[in-house]
C-alpha cells in the first residue's frame, strides 16, 4: 500500500479532515477515487473510504471522505494515512522516488561504510531530507545530488559521498 497524506487533525464538526500530503500533487487523492486508512506499518482499517471533496491549502489539505462522518469519527482517525494499492501508484520520472521507497534504506559511505538505514522523510523547501539512524545516533542526509552518489529502492540501498561534518547534522541533543 502507498500512503497519499497523514490525517493531522478534524476539521469542523461533520468528519472532514486536515491532512499533510505525501505526494507532490493534491489532485492525486481525488484521482485516487476510495482511500483506505491505516497505519505507517502498512496495517490499514479494512474499510474503503470515497472521496468526496477535496480542498488544497498550501501544504495542507482538507479532505472529506464518505463515510467518515462527525468529529469523533475524525478524531479517531488522527495519524492514520489514506493508503491506496501499489498498483494504484503513478509512475515516477527517474530520480524521483515514493518515501515509502526509500524508508528503510540502508545508507552506506561510497567505500562501503554502514551509515544507518533511513528512518523518515522530511520534506523542506529545498530537497526532502532523510533522517537516518544508526544505532543510538540519528543524523540528516540532504537529497542533493552532491551528496547521494546511487539510490536502489529495489536493493533497499543509498549510496553517499561522506565528507567532514556530514554525520554530524541532525536534530540538537
Known amino acids: 500500500m502507498i500512503a497519499l497524506a497523514k490525517i493531522l487533525k478534524p476539521h469542523g464538526l461533520h468528519g472532514a479532515v486536515v491532512v499533510e500530503l505525501l505526494t507532490s500533487r493534491p489532485e492525486r487523492i481525488q484521482e485516487a477515487g476510495t482511500v483506505r486508512l ?30 467518515l462522518a462527525g468529529i469523533d469519527a475524525a478524531e479517531a482517525a488522527r495519524g492514520m494515512l489514506f493508503l491506496i494499492p501499489d498498483a494504484a501508484a503513478a509512475c515516477l520520472p527517474p530520480g524521483e522516488y515514493y518515501q515509502h521507497d526509500i524508508v528503510g534504506c540502508a545508507v552506506t559511505g561510497e567505500t562501503g561504510t554502514d551509515l544507518g538505514t533511513v528512518t523518515d522523510v522530511l520534506e523542506m523547501p529545498a530537497q526532502d531530507v532523510y533522517v537516518v539512524a544508526q544505532g543510538d545516533r540519528t543524523w540528516w542526509l540532504p537529497a542533493a545530488k552532491a551528496l547521494i552518489q546511487s539510490i536502489d529502492v529495489a536493493a533497499k540501498r543509498i549510496t553517499v559521498r561522506t565528507m567532514d561534518g556530514l554525520l554530524d547534522t541532525g536534530p540538537s541533543r
Open 38 to 67: 491505516g497505519w505507517h506499518d502498512g496495517e490499514d482499517s479494512g474499510k474503503e473510504f470515497r472521496v468526496r471533496r477535496v480542498t488544497a491549502i498550501g501544504r495542507r489539505v482538507i479532505v472529506e471522505l464518505e463515510g
